[in-house]
């Protein structure tokens, strides 16, 4: 379709330089035949004369396609003409000049050249001393010309325009043949199956696009396989409290003791502030995940304030243990591009274990520094330490050290990876081992 409007600029383009050139070549004949009436016109004591014997005259008028008429007049009128109606220029030209005009004559168009002769003073009977040669003719041979000319300049295109769209049509439709053969062969795959697609056969141009979709491919699964290892996990973790509750509901409606009563009740309020623990810790989680972070609002958040705020909610629960939580920043603003919520949520969950892992009558300071271009937020604590052998599984959902003998879901760690990653932050941690204390680092780049 793009190629129509340039064969149509093509056609007027050269129809408009057929007529310029047809017009330049047939007005020099004309000229000619003007300046050959003109070679007619003698001076004589009478006045002009004009000279032309009939086969002159004839040969002048013979034209096998158009009509031709010739017109001589000077000041007194028209001294000899084929037709007497043939239209004078609105201006004449000068001695020895001439000029072309088109004008009509009986609803035909014409194109005219005029001829001013000059005669010599003294000999004409009027002031103006010029005999005007008027010749015209009919414009059918110059459009025939015309047609003639666009015809075998548009016919070669047209065919070379046709032959370039066969081409293209069945090379397009040729090239795309891989494309639907993987059209076809992906219509007929399982919603299940994620496996990459054979790229082996492909043509060089199509290898990109195929080895993009696979890398595609590849993070679908890992993220399906993620989050069906999350939801069985889930359902493994919900399972154990929900049964627990479930049993002392049954002992406390059977029980007819009312101190017996009271231990269910306690048992259910237990488990069932476990299970609420692990529901928001599940809920945090989802929302720390990629594709919930991808609706979250970023911005500039100072880390010197969220911290101290986060810091001072945990405060009541340290001095429950006897822990002296404490906080340590020589910045006076720590601006990072974040999202605040989340944030609240990394540093609640550091400060969290922290307090939890640390015994009775221990410490856990929270601080921030700057370190070249980067702010660090880090939570440091006395507690039992990590073990070696616990050290490479500590961010893996629903991972509990064992033997600690605290409370918990394992999702606290796993929940502060997945939040830094989302800030294109890094998360470093060191403990010497048991008894030993942790020191948990996440690394922001700084606005």
């Known amino acids: 379709m793009l190629l129509l409007p340039l064969i149509l600029i093509s056609a007027v383009t050269s129809y408009w330089l057929a007529n310029k050139y047809i017009n330049q070549t047939y007005d020099k004949a004309l000229y000619r035949t003007a300046l050959a009436l003109a070679d007619q016109v003698s001076l004589e004591e009478l006045g002009v004369q004009v000279t032309l014997p009939q086969v002159a005259k004839d040969l002048l008028e013979f034209d096998e396609e158009d009509d031709v008429y010739f017109r001589i007049i000077d000041p007194t009128g028209d001294l ?37 002769l000059p005669t010599i003073a003294g000999f004409a009977p009027t002031d103006n001393n010029n005999v005007y040669v008027m010749v015209g003719e009919t414009l059918k041979k110059r459009t025939l010309m015309a047609n003639e000319i666009i015809l075998s300049m ?85 399972k154990t409290p929900l049964a627990g509750l479930k049993t002392q509901a049954e002992l406390a409606l059977r029980e007819t003791d009312i101190a017996k009563t009271k231990h269910a009740l306690g048992q259910i309020n237990q488990a069932s502030g476990n299970l609420s623990h692990l529901v928001n810790q599940l809920l945090s989680l989802t929302k720390a995940e990629p594709e919930a972070v991808a609706a979250v609002v970023f911005e500039t958040v100072d880390l010197y304030l969220l911290a101290q705020e986060v810091c001072k909610s945990w405060v009541a629960e340290a001095l429950k243990k006897d822990i002296d939580l404490g906080f340590e920043c020589a910045l006076k603003i720590a601006p990072v591009h974040g999202n605040a919520s989340l ?6 969950n550091l400060i969290s274990n922290a307090v939890r892992y640390t015994p009775t009558s221990g410490s856990v300071t929270v601080g921030i520094k700057k370190e070249n271009l980067n702010f660090i937020f880090y939570v440091q604590d006395n507690g039992i330490g990590i073990f070696p052998e616990d050290q490479t599984r500590i961010f893996e959902r629903f991972y509990r050290v064992l033997g600690t ?43």
């Not at 609105?90 to 001013?116: C, I, M, N, Q």
């Not at 944030?343 to 609640?348: F, I, Y």
């Open 154 to 238: 548009l016919l070669p295109q047209l065919l070379i325009i046709c032959l370039v769209s066969a081409l293209l049509f069945f090379g397009i439709k040729r090239g795309l043949l891989p494309l639907d053969k993987l059209k076809n062969d992906l219509s007929q795959r399982s919603s299940n199956d994620l496996s990459p697609v054979d790229n082996t056969k492909a043509l060089t141009e199509l290898q990109p696009l195929l080895s993009a979709f696979n890398a595609l491919l590849a993070r679908v699964s890992n993220t399906m396989a993620k989050q069906q290892r999350f939801v069985s996990d889930a359902a493994h973790q919900l």
């Open 405 to 447: 003998q605290q409370e918990g879901c394992g999702l606290g760690l796993a929940i502060v990876q997945e939040i830094a990653e989302r800030h294109h932050a890094s998360i470093t941690f060191r403990s010497d081992g048991e008894g030993k204390g942790s020191l948990f680092s996440v690394v922001f780049s700084g606005n």
């Open 80 to 116: 000899i003409s084929t037709h007497t109606d043939l239209p004078l220029p609105k201006t004449y030209p000068k001695g020895d000049k001439f000029l072309y005009y088109e004008t009509w004559l009986h609803s035909e168009k014409l194109r005219v050249v005029a001829y001013a």
């Open 343 to 348: 944030l609240r949520e990394l540093m609640s």
